[in-house]
């Protein structure tokens, strides 16, 4: 047995084209706002995508960045060092040393996987926006120019008071404490006082 379909709405020839009219009349009716841009810089949000800014002293060389930018628009070179051992009778180490972290814009599509995917918190984003050249050759930032962007970019929005702790401090906190407990102790039993018994309502 075939369902029987719900009536259709008959329309009102004519009725899109009035609404049409009546947004029109609505927005011609409203003065216009101008920005006097730029005379008068525009306000950005916070998390505007405008320009990456490279904090040179964590980065490790992992090429991550690189490797999952779609557009392979990350240029890094290093080579790598011996360091010699921290203690005595220690081996000596390799590291990577950047020699060369350049971001091609004109490739760049502003996606933020390479901020997103960097372990170490090299990668930042800038809200700065005004750095057009007349050559597209221009547009390839090398780390210099990358480090220059880092001092544009905003502090990190505060914590939310009711916000639950982070677990990183939390962890942290615990085993100051205990420290603190073990050291409290040690001192007590150096001092040859006996350790006081907690009271009633203490943990």
């Not at 609505?26 to 949000?45: F, G, N, S, W």
């Not at 505060?158 to 073990?182: V, Y």
């Amino acid at each position: 047995m075939a369902e029987s379909l719900p009536p259709t709405r008959s329309r009102v020839p004519g009725s899109g084209l009035a609404k049409g009219l009546a947004v029109t009349l609505r927005t011609m009716t409203k003065r216009a706002h101008t920005a006097q841009y730029p005379d008068a810089q525009p306000e950005l949000p916070p998390r505007s995508r405008g320009v990456i800014g490279l904090f040179e002293e964590n980065c490790t060389v992992c090429m991550l960045c690189a490797r999952e930018c779609p557009d392979w628009c990350i240029y890094i070179d290093s080579h790598k060092e011996t360091v010699p051992p921290a203690a005595p009778g220690g081996r000596e180490r390799s590291r990577n040393v950047l020699d060369r972290f350049a971001i091609d814009f004109a490739l760049c599509m502003y996606c933020g996987i390479c901020i997103e995917v960097c372990p170490f918190d090299a990668l930042f984003w800038s809200p700065e926006f005004e750095y057009a050249e007349t050559d597209i050759h221009e547009l390839t930032h090398e780390r210099d120019k990358l480090r220059e962007w880092m001092w544009t970019v905003p502090a990190p929005p505060a914590l939310d008071p009711s916000a639950e702790e982070p677990k990183e401090l939390a962890a942290a906190r615990k085993t100051a404490d205990k420290l603190a407990a073990e050291q409290t102790a040690r001192a007590d039993e150096q001092a040859g006082a006996e350790p006081t018994a907690p009271q009633e309502g203490e943990a």
